[in-house]
């Protein structure tokens, strides 16, 4: 501790708790690159890549062009001031008014571009009455804390300021080069506000003269004067020709479209408030993005919302119903006066997310895309009745397979959801729950029972073994003329020999393939040469952590997919940092974001 103004101690802490994060690379089970690692002080006193660090699942601006975006793009505006991808929701011993905020950041610094502080706990006793304030915000394009330890002082403590136990750090992931890392976060603070008696008493001394000035000047109006006010104007009145006023000219359609690429939610509903002229135009509108308001959306706004905008096509609930705002059951009844709602992201939504949702949701046949990542523990045995459903986003849940146990499994799955073509489960199923045999048939039922595959993401998705090869090609056999994405980083299903050949000639439309750490000893010089002639649309390529590999083979491929623009050769056991190939293989492709090591 250190002393403070007027003698009081400046408290310093680290976390305590992790209540909230928007995503991880590891596991929790093991620690490794997992969010539970912010936890406690700095383990590490060097720059460098540790297991024991927080590291999210993203990085870059590739992620945002993978091909299941083309039919499903971000929904809604997203505002200037908003930048967030990534977060942590986090809790300290003791509260207290923030001063400083220390970020011990381990690899690739720069992505933090958000601080907020809650008063949960502190001031309100309601979940639903908390207050959020932000403390700091990165208003340049780039994080200007670059070093190691991001030092963040906060606005100087003022009456306004209120104490916290509870913090929330927003991240841009898009910002960093590479994986960005961190393992501690420090909070300094003043467990009471710090008062300087100079100025109280200026302050009190001000309030003295104000209250004599306004004894003494003090007038008394009768009541009958105050009757003769009235508000009238008697200027001539002017009226206005419609059908000359410009605006109104403007077809409807047009101004929803360009109130659709200015407006967020909040403004949206001040211009519905200025003209009737606008408020028509607003109900028109097809796609809504309530993620940047995650801590004020409540279940009665939402419903207000769909009431007034019952024409919604696609809607983002991502990190919403924070501290319980919104219960499943209230989504689902907002949810139901959107007749013709396709698209629906609900990512880092467990507070909600629950058995009560996933049953509610069935009678949205309508639903197109269900994007509910990240959001606990998932019985997606109660999704029985999404017919249309062409996209499922359940990367980073434990998924519940089997709590009835005449459940057959993922059979049941994609018979009742015959038209998924995006299947995306990355870190998923690390918990299976009774009945885990039924996985062993992933790749089979999808066979059975789908009309056509596009991208498959089973990143570390434990379930995937050596035994499902032949369900994988079969898959392939089928649906290999249309897949577009296919992630199986982090599997074992490829510790045995494997045709890659035969994979590659399958898929003609190929565009982004991702064999993270996965050793590959069986991917040589004639794999890589058939990958590029095969698949020349191919545009992002991630092989880290590859052994035996060759720049040859790599410079071979590029020569043939004009389309690349992303090449993950990390911790590649042939190459050092600053390898000479790999900055003149960067040189002839500039095209080619990631050609690097970061040992």
């Known amino acids: 501790m250190a002393a403070g103004e007027e003698g009081e101690a400046l408290i310093t802490q680290y976390v305590s708790e992790l209540n909230y994060y928007s995503s991880e690379y590891g596991f929790k089970s093991t620690n490794c690159y997992s969010a539970d690692n912010c936890i406690g002080e700095s383990r590490h006193c060097n720059y460098g890549d540790f297991t024991r660090s927080v590291v999210f699942r993203t990085y870059g601006d590739h992620w945002t062009k993978l091909p299941h975006l083309l039919p499903f793009p971000p929904i809604g505006h997203t505002p200037n001031w908003f930048r967030g991808t990534d977060f942590i929701d986090v809790t300290f011993p003791e509260p207290v008014y923030p001063v400083c905020l220390s970020l011990w950041q381990t690899l690739c610094p720069g992505a933090l571009v958000r601080v907020l502080a809650s008063d949960h706990g502190t001031v309100m006793s309601s979940k639903h009455l908390s207050r959020w304030r932000v403390l700091w915000s990165s208003k340049e394009k780039a994080d200007p804390h670059q070093h190691t330890i991001a030092k963040i002082s906060f606005p100087k403590l003022n009456k306004k300021s209120f104490r916290t136990q509870r913090l929330r750090l927003e991240f841009n992931s898009s910002l960093a080069e590479y994986y960005f890392e961190?393992?501690?976060?420090?909070?300094?603070?003043?467990?009471?506000?710090?008062?300087?008696?100079?100025?109280?008493?200026?302050?009190?001394?001000?309030?003295?003269?104000?209250?004599?000035?306004?004894?003494?000047?003090?007038?008394?109006?009768?009541?009958?004067?105050?009757?003769?006010?009235?508000?009238?104007?008697?200027?001539?009145?002017?009226?206005?020709?419609?059908?000359?006023?410009?605006?109104?000219?403007?077809?409807?359609?047009?101004?929803?479209?360009?109130?659709?690429?200015?407006?967020?939610?909040?403004?949206?509903?001040?211009?519905?408030?200025?003209?009737?002229?606008?408020?028509?135009?607003?109900?028109?509108?097809?796609?809504?993005?309530?993620?940047?308001?995650?801590?004020?959306?409540?279940?009665?706004?939402?419903?207000?919302?769909?009431?007034?905008?019952?024409?919604?096509?696609?809607?983002?609930?991502?990190?919403?119903?924070?501290?319980?705002?919104?219960?499943?059951?209230?989504?689902?009844?907002?949810?139901?006066?959107?007749?013709?709602?396709?698209?629906l992201s609900c990512a880092n939504c467990e507070e909600f997310v629950n058995d009560e949702f996933l049953v509610g949701i069935n009678q949205f046949t309508q639903l197109q895309a269900l994007d509910i990542r990240h959001c606990g523990d998932l019985d997606i045995y109660l999704i029985d009745n999404l017919s249309n459903l062409r996209l499922l986003d359940i990367s980073e849940c434990r998924v519940v397979l089997s709590k009835d146990p005449s459940w057959s499994g993922y059979e049941s799955f994609f018979k009742s959801h015959p038209n998924i073509e995006w299947y995306l489960a990355g870190n998923s199923c690390r918990q299976i729950y009774r009945n885990c045999s039924l996985t062993k048939d992933l790749f089979g039922d999808m066979v059975a029972h789908c009309k056509g595959i596009r991208g498959i993401n089973l990143w570390r998705t434990r379930f995937v073994f050596n035994s499902n090869q032949p369900d994988l090609i079969d898959l392939i056999e089928k649906f290999g003329p249309t897949v577009e994405y296919l992630d199986l980083g982090w599997s074992s299903v490829f510790s045995g020999p494997f045709d890659w050949n035969n994979v590659f000639r399958k898929c003609p439309k190929l565009k982004v393939l991702t064999l993270t750490h996965l050793g590959l000893n069986s991917l040589k010089e004639k794999e890589f040469v058939t990958l590029g002639r095969c698949c020349p649309e191919l545009e992002q390529l991630d092989i880290l952590a590859m052994n035996g590999l060759k720049l040859e083979w790599i410079e071979k491929l590029l020569e043939c997919c004009p389309n690349m623009n992303f090449v993950d050769l990390s911790y590649c056991s042939n190459f050092q940092k600053g390898d000479p190939g790999i900055l003149a293989l960067q040189e002839k492709y500039p095209f080619v974001k990631h050609v690097q090591n970061m040992i």
Not at 194 to 209: G, L
Not at 310 to 339: C, F, H, Y
């Open 182 to 343: 961190f393992d501690a976060v420090n909070l300094e603070g003043y467990k009471s506000l710090p008062v300087d008696k100079e100025k109280a008493a200026k302050s009190h001394a001000k309030k003295v003269v104000k209250d004599r000035v306004m004894a003494s000047t003090t007038v008394t109006i009768p009541v009958k004067e105050l009757e003769k006010l009235k508000l009238t104007d008697n200027r001539p009145v002017v009226k206005v020709n419609e059908e000359e006023c410009f605006i109104s000219r403007v077809p409807p359609e047009v101004l929803t479209t360009i109130f659709s690429y200015l407006l967020d939610a909040k403004d949206q509903a001040q211009v519905q408030r200025t003209c009737r002229l606008f408020d028509q135009c607003l109900l028109r509108g097809k796609e809504m993005n309530f993620k940047p308001f995650w801590n004020s959306l409540t279940g009665d706004a939402l419903a207000g919302f769909a009431d007034r905008v019952p024409n919604i096509t696609r809607l983002d609930l991502s990190w919403t119903g924070v501290n319980g705002m919104m219960k499943g059951g209230e989504v689902v009844a907002a949810l139901s006066q959107l007749p013709y709602l396709v698209d």
